[in-house]
């Protein structure tokens, strides 16, 4: 029975051993991809370009098995560390190899090769500036989903299945996109390498031009999908991260949100993250800058957000700086209402972004903000000299304008092309005034003779105190082209009043595939007492401070 028993063992061992490799191949999915290459190639007429280019993606393809596989008992048998990314390695080259053979032989096929290889580098240094921020957008999401309560507790009525069923998967895209967005930059800019490397290669060719020119083709146009098809990789990946870090800060806002409501708050948060008002409350980090015809002026804008929530709501901290960049520290271009528009100003506000509400006909939302704003000026006064009596002084003061104000932002049609953004403001400023401008020619009341008098222009008399309260309106019509904006101010005390009309010629639009990294625009004005009317220039671009690489 022993015998037996041993006999068969060996029969069974031999048998294993001697099992033709393809029993294994169902199972490897390299082996799968070339043989499905290989009978691409078989079928393409032979030496064609069709051919070439299958076999480049057939060379690509056999390139990963040393590094995704290993033998075992004579089987390919995937590595454990490396089963995630050789799966999608494979996916995208089974993309690539549909792409190339989708791709139909064209004499325009060396221009269009040329043109990628000329326009690659910059396309890839669009994917990444977008991934500069992956990982904080990565750990804003997560932190979020970590705040929530129980996932199976989200959303409310008939939506909560539906809404449990997105926070599990931004949460997923929250912990995997960033290092997706980063791997898809990385393979782009190999991509683009080697296209400009073929594009070279071809300027090299001396005549005939035909046999190095087809040589190169083939591999310029398998590199030309390849790169298309990791920037589309990394647009998916950017929007998919977005859209993750704006759903979970908006669940943890708003835990019972229904599906209407979640995705208006998500469409909110876009809008107001590329908010070009450097110096509203209402925005993510940025800088920006503005020009007109008397002065300029630049601000940054800086974003905290809590980890907590205040009321039922998520809180944020908002910090700007403003400044003029003109010598004598005034620029006119601006408000003439508002008394801290011209000055060196600090702005610290206070944000709660609220849950949306219905708005009749439409769904609209709000943030709500309070801010504490200081400004710093020096004023010239001029005072009669106390040891000479015909004489006047000019005398210096620096002086700090505080403000405390709410803004009330509202957005209504947030999911719509023609999206309309409306901000209600009301402050109190208690500053200094100087006096209005006199000519004045001082005398000594105790001489009794006739003379010549020196007279000075200027403000007579130390700058008093004042306390000014401010409403403002701003509306924002986004549309399919620019968008189109009126700013109007008014102080309630002397009853003058601001018009601005700022036109966003070029927008920075949230997750479009091809992301401006600016807003810029022009802007006209007027101002109670004007004659005529103040135009400026503006530029801003979203910028994170302080955060380090990874």
């Given at each position: 029975?022993?015998?037996?028993?041993?006999?068969?063992?060996?029969?069974?061992?031999l048998?294993?051993?001697?099992?033709p490799?393809?029993?294994?191949?169902?199972?490897?999915?390299?082996?799968?991809?070339?043989?499905?290459?290989?009978?691409?190639?078989?079928?393409?007429?032979?030496?064609?370009r069709?051919?070439?280019?299958?076999?480049?993606?057939k060379?690509?393809?056999?390139?990963?098995?040393?590094d995704?596989?290993?033998?075992?008992?004579?089987?390919a048998?995937?590595?454990g560390?490396?089963?995630p990314?050789?799966?999608?390695?494979?996916?995208?080259l089974?993309?690539?190899?549909?792409?190339v053979?989708?791709?139909?032989?064209?004499?325009?096929?060396?221009?269009s090769?040329?043109?990628?290889?000329?326009?690659?580098?910059?396309?890839?240094?669009?994917?990444?500036?977008?991934?500069k921020?992956?990982?904080?957008?990565?750990?804003?999401?997560?932190?979020?989903?970590?705040s929530?309560?129980?996932?199976?507790?989200?959303?409310?009525?008939?939506?909560?299945?539906?809404?449990?069923?997105?926070?599990?998967?931004?949460?997923?895209?929250?912990?995997?996109?960033p290092?997706?967005?980063?791997?898809?930059?990385?393979a782009?800019?190999?991509?683009?390498?080697?296209?400009?490397?073929?594009?070279?290669?071809?300027?090299?060719?001396?005549?005939?031009?035909?046999?190095?020119?087809?040589?190169?083709?083939?591999g310029?146009l398998?590199?030309?999908?390849?790169?298309?098809?990791?920037?589309?990789?990394?647009?998916?990946?950017?929007e998919?991260?977005?859209?993750?870090?704006r759903?979970l800060?908006?669940?943890?806002?708003?835990?019972?949100?229904?599906?209407?409501?979640?995705?208006?708050?998500?469409?909110?948060r876009a809008l107001?993250?590329?908010?070009p008002?450097?110096?509203?409350?209402?925005?993510?980090?940025?800088a920006?800058?503005?020009?007109?015809?008397?002065?300029?002026?630049?601000?940054?804008?800086?974003?905290i957000?809590?980890?907590?929530?205040?009321?039922?709501?998520?809180?944020?901290?908002?910090?700007?700086f403003?400044?003029?960049?003109?010598?004598?520290g005034?620029?006119?271009?601006?408000?003439?209402?508002?008394?801290?528009?011209?000055?060196?100003?600090?702005?610290?506000?206070?944000?709660?972004?609220?849950?949306?509400?219905e708005?009749?006909?439409?769904?609209?939302?709000?943030?709500?903000?309070?801010?504490?704003?200081a400004?710093?000026k020096?004023?010239?006064?001029?005072?009669?000299?106390?040891?000479?009596?015909?004489?006047?002084?000019?005398?210096?003061?620096?002086?700090?304008t505080?403000?405390?104000?709410?803004?009330?932002?509202?957005?209504?049609?947030?999911?719509?092309?023609?999206?309309?953004?409306?901000v209600?403001?009301?402050?109190?400023?208690?500053?200094?005034?100087?006096?209005?401008?006199?000519?004045?020619?001082p005398?000594?009341?105790?001489?009794?003779?006739?003379?010549?008098?020196?007279?000075?222009?200027?403000?007579?008399?130390?700058?008093?105190?004042?306390?000014?309260?401010?409403?403002?309106?701003?509306?924002?019509q986004h549309?399919?082209?620019?968008?189109?904006?009126?700013?109007?101010?008014?102080?309630?005390?002397?009853?003058?009043?601001?018009?601005?009309?700022?036109?966003?010629?070029?927008r920075?639009?949230?997750?479009?595939?091809?992301?401006t990294?600016?807003?810029?625009?022009?802007?006209?004005?007027?101002?109670?007492?004007?004659?005529?009317?103040?135009?400026?220039?503006?530029?801003?671009?979203?910028?994170?401070?302080?955060?380090?690489?990874?």
């Amino acid at each position: 029975m022993p015998h037996r028993f041993g006999f068969h063992a060996v029969m069974f061992a031999l048998w294993i051993a001697t099992a033709p490799v393809g029993a294994s191949a169902a199972n490897d999915p390299i082996k799968v991809l070339v043989a499905d290459l290989d009978n691409q190639i078989g079928q393409a007429p032979a030496g064609s370009r069709t051919a070439a280019k299958l076999a480049l993606i057939k060379k690509r393809a056999q390139a990963l098995e040393p590094d995704c596989l290993m033998k075992a008992d004579g089987q390919a048998v995937p590595r454990g560390d490396a089963t995630p990314s050789c799966s999608q390695a494979v996916e995208q080259l089974r993309k690539l190899f549909k792409a190339v053979s989708e791709q139909q032989d064209s004499p325009d096929d060396e221009g269009s090769v040329m043109k990628a290889a000329a326009e690659a580098q910059n396309e890839v240094d669009k994917r990444r500036a977008k991934a500069k921020d992956a990982f904080d957008r990565g750990d804003a999401g997560t932190a979020a989903a970590v705040s929530l309560r129980d996932f199976y507790l989200l959303g409310s009525g008939p939506d909560n299945a539906s809404v449990v069923a997105r926070a599990r998967k931004w949460a997923n895209a929250a912990e995997t996109k960033p290092r997706e967005l980063r791997r898809a930059v990385t393979a782009a800019q190999a991509e683009a390498d080697r296209l400009v490397a073929l594009a070279v290669e071809r300027r090299k060719c001396s005549p005939p031009f035909e046999p190095c020119v087809e040589k190169l083709l083939a591999g310029g146009l398998v590199a030309k999908a390849a790169l298309e098809l990791q920037l589309k990789i990394a647009d998916e990946a950017d929007e998919a991260l977005s859209l993750a870090k704006r759903g979970l800060e908006s669940l943890l806002a708003n835990p019972a949100s229904n599906l209407a409501r979640l995705d208006s708050d998500v469409a909110f948060r876009a809008l107001l993250e590329s908010n070009p008002d450097v110096k509203s409350f209402f925005g993510g980090g940025a800088a920006g800058f503005s020009a007109g015809v008397a002065g300029s002026n630049v601000s940054f804008r800086y974003v905290i957000d809590q980890s907590g929530s205040w009321i039922g709501r998520r809180n944020r901290l908002t910090l700007i700086f403003s400044a003029p960049t003109n010598n004598n520290g005034v620029t006119n271009f601006a408000s003439t209402v508002d008394g801290l528009q011209n000055l060196n100003t600090v702005k610290l506000g206070w944000q709660l972004t609220n849950a949306p509400f219905e708005f009749p006909g439409t769904g609209t939302l709000n943030d709500f903000a309070v801010g504490l704003s200081a400004g710093q000026k020096s004023i010239n006064y001029l005072l009669v000299d106390g040891t000479t009596p015909t004489k006047a002084a000019s005398n210096k003061k620096s002086v700090v304008t505080l403000e405390l104000g709410v803004s009330w932002a509202f957005l209504a049609n947030p999911k719509s092309k023609w999206k309309t953004l409306t901000v209600l403001g009301h402050s109190t400023q208690r500053g200094y005034k100087s006096a209005d401008a006199e000519t004045r020619c001082p005398v000594d009341p105790a001489t009794t003779t006739a003379g010549l008098a020196t007279c000075y222009t200027g403000s007579w008399g130390e700058p008093t105190r004042s306390t000014d309260r401010l409403i403002s309106l701003e509306v924002r019509q986004h549309m399919p082209a620019f968008d189109l904006g009126l700013k109007i101010k008014q102080n309630l005390k002397n009853d003058k009043v601001d018009a601005e009309v700022p036109i966003y010629l070029i927008r920075n639009i949230p997750d479009q595939a091809e992301k401006t990294p600016f807003t810029a625009g022009i802007s006209l004005g007027r101002s109670t007492g004007d004659k005529g009317l103040r135009w400026g220039l503006f530029v801003t671009a979203p910028l994170s401070f302080g955060k380090p690489e990874r």
